[in-house]
């Protein structure tokens, strides 16, 4: 039985919901989707300056799961850039 997600603490809520490369119509790109738990992770540590331990307890989850949100942020965001495919933001 799988255990039961514990409800994280997101209070980011971004207004743009797209980046994709410049000149390409959005139609013919493929997407790398980021969760509201990723995009939240992303800011807390890199905009917001906060080391994982803070960042994790602001989000209402452990340092080790923090880690494994910021690192799969940072894998599709360098897809993204590598392959050239658009970011969709889903908002929550």
Same mark, same amino acid.
């Given at each position: ?27 013919? *790109?493929?997407? @790398?989707?980021? !969760?509201?738990?990723?995009?939240? &992770?992303? %800011? *807390?540590?890199? @905009?917001?300056? !906060?080391?994982?331990?803070?960042? &994790?307890? %602001? ?34």
């Amino acid at each position: 039985m799988v255990r039961p997600k514990n409800p994280r603490f997101l209070r980011f809520n971004p207004e743009v919901v797209y980046f994709k490369p410049r000149g390409v119509p959005l139609s013919i *790109l493929e997407e @790398v989707e980021l !969760l509201p738990d990723e995009l939240e &992770a992303l %800011k *807390l540590h890199d @905009v917001d300056g !906060l080391d994982q331990i803070e960042a &994790a307890k %602001k989000m209402n989850v452990s340092q080790p799961t923090f880690g494994r949100i910021l690192d799969k942020t940072y894998k599709k965001i360098a897809i993204a850039i590598i392959k050239g495919k658009a970011i969709k933001i889903i908002k929550k």
